[in-house]
């Protein structure tokens, strides 16, 4: 697979990207381009640039105080830009970024275009739970949604649900302040009918203390409700990791304790932990857009990338366009 | 204090909260009011009902499945019915609920009215975080809101965290997706502006990941967002605490590790556990109504009823009307 790199995009950038894109690069068969300053691109690789790993310039950078539409207008030669041109034109097969989420949703909206049938593209987050993996959709790129853009959710989370986790026939769910149908906000109960016509595996609403249960493969939702969550669990699990380990550290019979249980500290840190759980693409989007972690680590940009080299092995934008298609003319 | 205590509403009634309500009562100086049916009551105390505890009939009980409409216009000899019937007719200074919380809505805002300036009650509910406490309003009472609602929520939300938590000038918080200015879904973006012109100490929009941060006092949403707020914190943290002990128990070592660290566990828990931080407080009606959680037990009913006391003792509904007295007349 052919993939574009912002090497310039997030809180750790280049170095962490970098390093992030020639692990993934060493483990996958990957044409990486890396797209930034070709001088700091090539500073990096003091002994030279591995085979199959390309530079393509870009001598502009989006920080992240930038507003979207202005990046879109002002930085046309933009890493962030340059990444997304390459896969509209064709010239690779999925690109990522960790930088400027808003810049980088209006920028492949407007490079791209939607999928014909889908209103609003959407992130499909991956939320860890205890018991295994749910996807979330939309994790954050509509504040305001109207009930048909929750249907389109649902169609492509399902899609990329069963291609990712795996699940043959994913439970889809909304995000509701209770599991009645005539609970949840004006789109919510909206969205139900609609949901229940719809989908024939929809098991109704699913309530706050539900999200990390397990009972819903997807979890449907607008986005500020879905980059609250996101947010929400990621903060909570780390507050809670460093609560037990700050306390243990206190006493020392807590520090043997320590010792003697540092390997489910361990497994549990790494089950909580997002760089774990790759990017999250922008579905209905015409080509495959990862969003990487602003804070990512270079591990958690081989995971994004790893997340990219899935989708496209997996044919699965294609599957969502087949489905859409289908659905519309069996509408018609 | 006088408290009416509803005995039939909850997931353990009438054996929780008649438990509860008598922890609270050897606690406390109160005069306590049962309601309920007569003879579930008496059967309760064997040895005699202690000094300063009454009996209030009601033969109706409103279960979790009822629709609030439905219950307020049909059940009006329910406990729940009654329990705020005593408070409208100032027979008591304050009651609680574990029942149907719709149904606790509907019934006191049709019985004791809203205050005169607020639109919208909300419901306040004290979030445990890791390193104090913060108030998320609204917890749950309105799904969709207007910018004028957040306004009062803040208002409400700032008098009773400076009350409770004793804090001079509770911080005022927009829960968002973002931190500038410019992010949010509609609501939170139009109701950005009037907070910063209304609350001296406005701190603009905290995130998910910021919640549990202890940069706010008061965290201010929609009862929807709060509702998944409150649910989502509860299920992650019990999921977690449950992780942990299940994974120590399988390995032996581990349980040698698990007796060292045990103390930590259970602060961890006690940290966690929302049974410790009592009922929420529904501001805005004419009437202290504390709404306490439905799986409540005996100490998390006595914890709610020890927040209508800190309600009452502190004139906090007193101070509450008189402050937006004080804001609408200088707005005059």
Partial sequence: MRIAVDVMGGDHAPEAVLQGALKAHSELALETTLVGPPDVIRSFFSTGIPANIHIH?????????????????????????QTIRLLKEKQVDAAISAGNSGAQLAISLFDLGRLEGISRPAIAATLPTLTGKVI?????ANTDCKPNNLV?????????????????????ALISNGHEESKGNELVQQSYPLL?????????????RDILSGQADVLVCDGFTGNLILKFAEGLAFSIYD????????HPTHLIGLLLIRGILKSFKQKIDWREHGGAPLLGVDGAVIFAHGASDAYAVASGIRTAYTLHQKNILQKIKEKINGTSKSHQ
Same sequence: chains 1, 2.
């Fill in 196 to 208: 229940r016509e719809k989908e024939k595996n929809f098991i109704g609403n699913l309530e706050g």
């Fill in 136 to 140: 979330l959709i939309d994790a954050g």
């Fill in 152 to 172: 389109e959710f649902a169609l492509m989370g399902k899609i990329y649900a069963k291609e990712m986790l795996e699940i043959d026939n994913p439970r889809v």
């Fill in 57 to 81: 310039p870009a001598s502009q950078v989006i920080s992240n105080s930038d507003k979207p539409a202005q990046a879109l207008r002002e930085k046309k030669d933009s890493s962030l830009a």
């Fill in 243 to 250: 609560f037990i380990k700050t306390d243990i550290k206190k």
